[in-house]
């Protein structure tokens, strides 16, 4: 008798893990090092972009603090529309 033919795999998508952590972070991330690190940025150069206000997520600054919408810096990172202005 022959033997049977080996069960196919159905291939699984997997969520990046940084999707995870961002998703579980809240409402806003630190500029540096979340939301610089994620978009490949220096820390220089995110500070930069941070307060001349041309970071790709829309950013809020708290005080002497920056930080960036989660919602937005996901939309940015998975492609999924540009973020917010």
């Keep these: 008798m022959p033997s049977p033919a080996p069960a196919q795999t159905v291939p699984t998508t997997r969520r990046p893990t940084w999707l995870e952590e961002l998703e579980k972070a809240g409402p806003t991330v630190s500029l540096w090092p979340t939301a610089g690190k994620a978009v490949g940025a220096s820390k220089s150069h995110t500070y930069q972009m941070g307060r001349a ?4 997520a829309k ?3 708290l005080g002497a ?6 919602a937005d810096l996901i939309r940015l990172l ?7 202005a």
Excluded at 53 to 56: E, H, I, Q, Y
Excluded at 78 to 84: N, T, V
């Design 53 to 56: 206000g041309t970071f790709p």
């Design 59 to 61: 950013v809020i600054k």
């Design 65 to 70: 603090s920056y930080r960036v919408v989660t």
């Design 78 to 84: 998975s492609g999924d529309g540009p973020a917010a």
